[in-house]
């Protein structure tokens, strides 16, 4: 890749990652407010229906899945940070060959071309 490419990329990565950071925050946001008002509502005199309970822990669950999501998807971020600065972004690490600039656009975390990605998800079914 030309200094140009990696500068490109260099900078798309680190949006994708200020903007997962971001949402990140939101979740734990959401979670702490919700934690905040389910603990408010324990003392309050009227107790909630246990389906309003159970759709609250269902609405925490999927917050904290967000945000493992979101947690894993930064890390990812980092690793094609760290290729970038080592020179090794944008070869497939199975074949070794280039992984192609419309991948990376779309998936700028992307390890394999898309050949040796298609046939390693064929493997799996």
């Keep these: 890749m030309t200094k140009e490419d990696l500068d490109f990329f260099r900078e798309l990565i680190l949006k994708r990652r200020e903007q997962a950071a971001a949402d990140l925050s939101e979740f734990e946001r959401v979670s702490r407010s919700n934690d905040a008002q389910e603990s408010g509502e324990d003392r ?3 107790s ?5 309970r159970g759709t609250d822990a269902m609405e925490r ?5 967000f945000a493992q999501r979101e947690g894993s998807f930064i890390d990812y971020l980092d690793e094609a940070m760290q290729r970038v600065e080592t020179g ?3 070869i497939c690490r199975v074949c070794e060959g ?3 600039r419309p991948r990376l656009e779309a998936v700028p975390h992307a390890t394999q071309c898309i050949e040796c990605k298609s046939k390693q998800d064929e493997d799996k079914t």
């Design 61 to 65: 669950e999927k917050n904290l899945l």
């Design 88 to 90: 090794t972004f944008g």
């Design 44 to 46: 309050s005199a009227y």
């Design 48 to 52: 909630l229906h246990m389906a309003d």
């Design 98 to 100: 280039d992984i192609g």
